[in-house]
């Protein structure tokens, strides 16, 4: 079995930052890739940014403003979020392909997601 925890949400001014943080546990043989998404009120859920063997991936809009990093020790992946505006505010969701034997190929988890509530 896996969980994927989130952590590091909440309510923050436009223009602060926040970093989120992912954690990975339980039977995990290894990692394929993590990434994070989010889904605002009314909306589709889009993605934000993806990051597999150390190489990452953006939504076009949030290129330069969000980064995202891997600390592969600690099956953790992490979202720094800079310049936040109103717009920002979703739930945001972690993501990652998991293989939990040696003899496959991973499937797909999902975290339960926390709130980014940026205010102006």
């Known amino acids: 079995q896996v969980q994927l925890v989130e952590s590091g949400g909440g309510l923050v001014q436009a223009g602060g930052s926040l970093r989120l943080s992912c954690a990975a546990s339980?039977?995990?043989?290894?990692?394929?890739?993590m990434g994070w998404y989010r889904q605002a009120p009314g909306k589709e859920r889009e993605l934000v940014a993806t990051?597999?063997?150390?190489?990452?991936n953006y939504a076009d809009s949030l290129k330069g403003r969000f980064t995202i990093s891997r600390d592969n020790a600690k099956n953790t992946v992490y979202l720094q979020m800079n310049s936040l505006k109103p717009a920002d505010t979703a739930a945001y969701y972690c993501?990652?392909?998991?293989?939990?034997?040696?003899?496959?190929?991973?499937?797909?988890?999902w975290g339960k997601g926390i709130l980014v509530t940026v205010s102006s």
């Open positions: 993501n990652a392909n998991i293989a939990t034997m040696s003899l496959d190929n991973g499937i797909t988890y």
């Open positions: 990051i597999t063997n150390g190489r990452s």
């Open positions: 339980g039977r995990i043989f290894r990692i394929n890739a």
